[in-house]
């Protein structure tokens, strides 16, 4: 199961969803080979809980995923880290390209 650490608290995903820009799809993979595809086919996610399997253009698509601590199912990564860890994904993409 995917987990990061943030703050010194490990948190493990929950969640593993996209959005597409394009069709305005949430996208959404619950279980190992749920391999989902949006309408457009613009993207696709897959692994459910147990891994992140993202496919499509990085530039068309905006993270969706929640993650939680291990310890407490009430405390949830904040959204701006969410947003920060994309950016900076999206920034490697890039850069190694």
Request: charged content about 30%; proline content about 3%.
């Amino acid at each position: 199961m995917p987990s990061t650490l943030y703050g010194g608290v490990r948190y493990i995903l929950v969640r593993n969803a996209k959005y597409c820009k394009k069709c305005q799809d949430t996208i959404e993979s619950k279980s190992v080979h749920d391999f989902r595809t949006c309408r457009c086919g613009a993207i696709s996610v897959d692994g459910g809980l147990q891994y992140e399997r993202t496919l499509g253009n990085i530039q068309t698509m905006e993270d969706r995923s929640m993650w939680r601590t291990e310890g407490n199912p009430k405390m949830y990564l904040p959204q701006a880290e969410i947003e920060r860890r994309w950016k900076e994904f999206q920034t490697s993409i890039k850069n190694n390209g």
